[in-house]
């Protein structure tokens, strides 16, 4: 009996890690008859402790033996102490995985809630973020708002500065040229005072080079006399350029504007922020929010403490297996003993440990040979039902997950919902068949997530399934008259629910 | 040409002072980054040096509530707005500087309210 809108859930067989996969490999199993076996090797252990402590209690009689003996005690004690904390272990798994089930009850149907409390809870963080950076621009730019007015000043007397830079360079220019003159004049005066012979040859240099001498003299004195060099005017331009250079900044006024940049981009994106929260809370306005979250938290601190249990469990198991391969080693120790070969303990002990080891591998022969069956069912069931002919058919893996299989025997990594339900109808009746068990099959909304074509297929093929097969459809699932029309012959019977208030309806037989 | 000790504002330019310090100040914790009288008043003078404009006559009587000493301890607003020439000749340079703070402190009221209690830095700075 299964509802066809939960076959999805079957996609947790695939995910071989997984709790659910777990369960429900556990619940397969079971139909399929493992656990007889499982059982008989359980019982077989029981019997083998009993053996070895009847042989341990023989070998305490011999004095060789006597410390295998007592080492085989230890060692049973430890076992006995193993087994009850792995049951310990066991039981608090059950219940702690009792809880996680009950909170993925409740948070069933929760799941878009809660993506958009995740989601409003990145949101906040995210206008946090914005208002703590909006705080810190304007904090920065108070800070430069403080020397800022040096910065204005000094923007504003930079082109005074220039000016008077200027103006004192040229006040420098006429005093250099002015200087130069006075140079020359003094040169070519000197020339003619102190040089009345000529340097070279030595002979008196005539009054007729002499006047040229005299002329540019004229000259430049008449050029000198139009240069006004103003000491006093220089002095104070240099005064005024420096007291004016000492005008520094620290080019507030761009920080600050790089800041009041930074501000008005995250207020925009915190307007953006405010008004997503703002939607996101309108559409879960009334839902326990707070509820869900608490019981989120709840489930990832119980799924934290079973990954420990497990880790545990594990560590438990592997101690149990050491200890019985010690205990093993020891049994064939004494066993090897000259006084207690073909001791009837002995015997028993060795026959039991030859026993579990048929069982142990009979379970696995069982379950790869179930495995096998289902396979090959599942996929001659699956190539019946599905529509697409290209594909080869089911692979199956440990936890009795079924994977589609492409003309080139490649799994296919991603199925549709149709198809999911045509895989998981396969596996039902793999499973039914590998079973032997051939019970009635009662179906609710089969046909739901169903094209025409495969609904046509599933129809055709649901007499096959069972000797008696109930579909449960609602109104719209199925049209009485055209989907059922190939397989009318072997419909038995066909009910309808009326409704007849809110509170009372009544199944009419249709004719 | 006789400089005075002290400067300030008209009585409403000072008014208009304490409300825009109260509502900067009210958007930082950090009292460390406070802005003071002083501060708005020297970038009101060197945001008129700015503008190059001789400012007008301030119509009220101002309260003299600053130092110009305190205001101005390196003399730097004094240099700049000589070196502006805003001033008559014989004007004493720190009236011209009270007056460009009045100027200044009232235009900042004025894009303050337009600007809905916030100062557009950006806007007046660059």
């Known amino acids: 009996m299964f509802d066809g809108e939960l076959l999805q859930e079957y996609e947790n067989l695939l995910i071989e890690e997984s709790e659910q996969g777990k369960k429900i490999k556990e619940h397969i199993e079971s139909v399929l008859g493992v656990p007889a076996l499982v059982h008989a090797r359980d019982e077989l252990k029981v019997l083998l402790k009993d053996a070895r402590n009847i042989q341990r209690k023989d070998a305490q009689k011999s004095d060789d033996l006597k410390s295998f003996a007592q080492d085989q005690k230890i060692l049973q004690v430890k076992l006995d102490s193993l087994e009850s904390d792995l049951n310990d272990l066991k039981e608090q798994k059950e219940d702690v995985q009792e809880k996680v089930d009950e909170i993925d009850d ?135 350029i420096e007291d004016l250079d000492l005008i520094r900044s620290e080019g507030e006024v761009n920080r600050i ?42 489930k990832q601190r119980y799924e934290r ?12 198991e592997n101690g149990v297996e050491l200890n019985n391969q010690k205990q093993k080693r020891i049994s064939k120790l004494i066993a090897q003993s000259q006084g207690e070969r073909g001791l009837l303990s002995t015997k028993r002990v060795e026959r039991l440990e030859l026993l579990e080891t048929v069982f142990g591998e009979g379970i696995s022969h069982l379950r790869n040979s179930l495995r096998g069956d289902v396979q090959s069912y599942a996929t001659q069931t699956f190539k019946r039902l599905t529509t697409e002919k290209t594909y080869s058919g089911l692979q199956i893996n440990q936890s009795y997950g079924l994977s589609i299989l492409d003309q080139e025997g490649r799994v296919l990594s991603e199925r549709s919902a149709g198809a999911e339900q045509v895989v998981a109808l396969a596996l039902i009746d793999g499973l039914n068949k590998t079973s ?34 109930v579909l449960l459809v609602h109104e719209g699932e199925i049209d009485s008259q055209r989907d059922t029309k190939t397989i009318a012959s072997r419909i038995g019977a066909r009910y309808e629910i009326k409704r007849i208030s809110a509170t009372q309806s009544r199944i009419e037989k249709v004719v | 040409m006789e400089e005075p000790q002290r400067i300030g504002l008209s009585k409403e330019a000072n008014s208009y002072l304490d409300e825009m310090l109260d509502a900067i100040n009210s958007e930082v914790d950090s009292s460390n980054e406070k802005l003071i009288k002083f501060d708005l008043y020297r970038l009101a003078v060197a945001i008129g040096v700015k503008k190059n404009k001789r400012p007008p006559a301030i119509k009220d009587n101002t309260e003299s509530s600053f130092r110009v000493g305190e205001l101005d301890p390196d003399r730097a607003l004094y240099i700049a707005v000589e070196a502006a020439d805003l001033h008559e000749q014989e004007e004493p340079i720190y009236r011209i500087v009270e007056r460009l703070a009045e100027q200044g402190i009232r235009d900042f009221y004025k894009a303050y309210r337009d600007n809905m209690g916030r100062i557009p830095w950006n806007k007046i700075l660059v």
Not at chain 1, 280 to 291: K, Q, S, Y
Not at chain 1, 305 to 316: F, G, P, Q, V
């Open chain 1, 305 to 316: 403490h079973l990954a420990r249990i497990n880790a545990d469990i594990e560590d438990a």
């Open chain 1, 106 to 240: 409740y948070l069933k149907g929760t799941d878009a809630v809660q993506a958009k409390k995740i989601e409003i809870e990145r949101l906040n963080t995210q206008m946090e973020n914005h208002e703590a950076r909006i705080v810190e621009h304007q904090e920065e730019v108070q800070k430069l708002l403080k020397t800022a007015w040096k910065d204005v000043l000094a923007n504003s007397v930079q082109y005074i500065v220039e000016d008077l830079k200027n103006q004192r360079n040229a006040q420098q220019k006429e005093l250099q040229e002015s200087v130069r003159l006075h140079s020359k004049i003094d040169s070519l005066r000197a020339s003619l005072i102190d040089n009345q012979v000529c340097e070279t040859c030595g002979q008196d240099i005539p009054e007729s080079m002499k006047q040229p001498l005299r002329d540019e003299m004229d000259e430049l004195e008449a050029i000198k006399a139009n240069y006004n060099v103003d000491f006093e005017k220089m002095a104070e331009l240099t005064k005024r």
């Open chain 1, 436 to 469: 032997g068990k051939n019970g009635p099959i009662i179906m609710d909304t089969p046909l739901g997530r169903l094209d025409p074509k495969h609904r046509k297929n599933i129809l055709q093929y649901l007499p096959d399934m069972s000797e008696q097969v």
């Open chain 1, 257 to 298: 504007s790089t800041h009041v940049d930074s501000i008005s981009r995250h207020k925009v994106e915190l307007t953006t922020v405010e008004n997503e929260l703002d939607d996101l809370e309108e559409e879960i306005r009334g839902v326990d929010t707070d509820e869900i979250m608490r019981q989120r938290e709840n």
